[in-house]
């Protein structure tokens, strides 16, 4: 249309059953456009559903370790969790630590080297365990390995 003045513009947009709506406020003329906003605002939403819909979930299973687990108790979960990681779910094992376990915490940084060392075939570290307790537990992520 051209540089045109706010209130033809308006009256334009009226004119027409529309809206006018401000495209670039920082711009000298500032830009403006005649179009529905509501169906504007439909389109933009509908979009974004859209865009949701296509997103791929991470799906994160949790398996729970003592530091002082038994050697069966390591081995049923460790079961579980390479059963998790077979069928391309993500897994976080946490240590949980108790009262007196808090004075220790290598004995739970020693069960995440023996889980790794187990899981090695089956399984990357997607993140690393920390230098330090995250409150009372201590958390490794592992994802699939792609084969």
């Known amino acids: 249309m051209?540089?045109?003045?706010?209130?033809?513009?308006l009256s334009l947009a009226r004119s027409k059953g529309l809206d006018l709506?401000?495209?670039?406020?920082?711009?000298?003329?500032?830009?403006?456009?005649?179009?529905d906003y509501g169906r504007f605002r439909f389109?933009?939403?509908?979009?974004?559903?859209?865009?949701?819909?296509?997103?791929?979930?991470?799906?994160i299973k949790e398996v729970k370790f003592r530091p002082n687990i038994n050697i069966h108790?390591?081995?049923?979960?460790?079961?579980?969790?390479?059963?998790?990681?077979?069928?391309?779910?993500?897994?976080?094992?946490t240590i949980m630590f108790r009262m007196r376990e808090m004075r220790?915490?290598?004995n739970g940084y020693e069960?995440?080297?023996?889980?790794?060392a187990e899981l090695a075939e089956v399984a990357k570290v997607d993140r690393e365990p920390t230098k330090?307790?995250?409150g009372r537990d201590l958390t490794m992520v592992l994802r699939p390995q792609k084969k």
């Not at 051209?2 to 513009?9: F, L, T």
């Not at 389109?43 to 799906?59: G, S």
């Open 73 to 93: 108790d390591f081995e049923t979960k460790v079961r579980l969790a390479q059963k998790f990681l077979e069928e391309g779910k993500h897994v976080k094992i």
């Open 2 to 9: 051209g540089v045109i003045s706010v209130d033809e513009a």
């Open 21 to 35: 709506v401000e495209v670039s406020a920082n711009t000298r003329p500032i830009v403006c456009k005649i179009m």
């Open 43 to 59: 389109e933009q939403e509908k979009k974004a559903r859209e865009e949701k819909r296509k997103q791929h979930q991470i799906d």
């Open 132 to 134: 330090e307790l995250e």
């Open 111 to 116: 069960v995440l080297r023996r889980v790794r």
């Open 104 to 106: 220790r915490p290598e």
